[in-house]
């Protein structure tokens, strides 16, 4: 049950970042606009195959599942401690903000203001703790 329990907190964790974004970015033009970068992903990969670009809303739908699947797996790394859920949402957090240049994602709408950083490292951290309660709670153990 450990590793499914897991993966479920980890899916419960993403699926926190991605609600949240996604709301907030409906009220705030400051928001991080995090799923830009998973759209970016879908356009470099399409782009390097002579497969047809799909539309903008087929590239949010690819784009939102890699993210889901590849954050539940992040997060998963959480288990049932807060702790590592913490430091795994900051590291994702500053990761957010520092590597999509790097990356060759263009410019991050992560990076653009103060508040537009704290709101992405707060997004993660949000989801690395979402991980590890909703793990916690599963397997039904007390935190060592």
Known sequence: MSAIANFIGGLAGATAVTLVNESVRQFMPQAPQLQLYGIRAVRQIFNKTDADMPDREEQYGMAMGGELMANASYY???????TKGVLLGLAAGLGGIFLPDKLDLGKAPSNQTLTTQIMTVGYYVLGGI???KTTRALSGKRRK
């Open 130 to 132: 979402v991980a590890a």
């Open 76 to 82: 998963s790394m959480a288990g049932r401690s807060t």
